[in-house]
């Protein structure tokens, strides 16, 4: 297949654009960095575009034309971030990323969108904590992707944007199949870490950079 990968050079981008290669596809990569992407670039089905999707005459609609299927993984996904720059978040995680998506239903392509667990949000046993024998027990974490609720925090906490700009995407996505027959996959990563990881977040630790 020819692949549009946008967000390619980031930590999960640069591990899948790796492995879709081994497979025999074809890559177009786009992100603002192709340092992760630098053992691969020799390879001759790669090409990496060097691309910061926000600056506007991009050639976005032409792209995904020439696509067989479109996967985004464009996002601030640094926790940090959320409660510093929540405006930014929004209108990367969700403004800009609707603009591939609409593009993607424009030309009739399938979208790989890369959501978030975070869109869960709490979960019940958390809110009813001094109820629960052991709310951090597993098995008050088991979420159904179709069936269970979205359970998020307050305005005022801005942690929330992130899941919430992600959210929106999905419902989103989801009218355009209802409405327009839009082909999409969703996917909630639940923290993969690794190889090529940027940092690692814990509220006890702080941020580890590795
Ligand atoms: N890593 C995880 O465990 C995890 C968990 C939940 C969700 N996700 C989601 O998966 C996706 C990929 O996550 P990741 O961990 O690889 O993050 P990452 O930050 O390594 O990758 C995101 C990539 O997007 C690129 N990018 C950001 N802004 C851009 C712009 N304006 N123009 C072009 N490129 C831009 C970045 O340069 C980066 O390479 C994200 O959507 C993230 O929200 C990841």
């Known amino acids: 297949m020819k ?8 930590f999960i981008g640069s591990h899948l654009t790796g492995k879709l290669l081994s497979l025999g596809h074809q890559m177009t990569a786009v ?3 192709g340092e992760k992407l630098s053992e691969l670039r020799e390879q001759p089905s790669l090409r990496f575009l060097e691309q910061d999707i926000r600056k506007p005459g991009w050639n976005l609609d032409g792209l995904v034309h020439d696509a067989d299927l479109v996967i985004d993984l464009i996002a601030y ?3 940090g971030l959320y409660v510093k720059i ?3 978040v929004f209108r990367l995680n ?10 993607c239903v424009r030309r009739g392509r399938r979208l790989i969108q890369f959501s978030t667990c975070e869109v869960y949000g709490r979960s019940p046993a958390s809110l009813k904590a001094s109820k629960v024998v052991d709310p951090e027990d597993p098995v008050h974490a088991t979420f159904s992707e179709d069936s269970s609720e979205f359970i998020l925090g307050p305005v005022e906490k801005h942690r929330w944007i ?3 700009s992600k959210q929106l995407l999905e ?3 989801h009218a355009y199949g209802l409405e327009q027959g839009f082909h999409y996959t969703i996917i909630r990563p639940f923290n993969f870490i690794g190889p090529k990881i940027d940092f690692l977040a814990s509220e006890r630790a702080g941020t580890i950079w590795v």
């Open 86 to 88: 929540p405006l930014e």
């Open 77 to 79: 996904a640094n926790p």
């Open 3 to 10: 692949i549009l990968s946008l967000g390619a050079g980031g």
């Open 31 to 33: 992100d603002i960095s």
């Open 162 to 164: 992130y899941a919430c």
């Open 171 to 173: 419902r989103v996505l």
């Open 94 to 103: 969700f403004l800009e990323n609707l603009k591939i998506a609409e593009a």
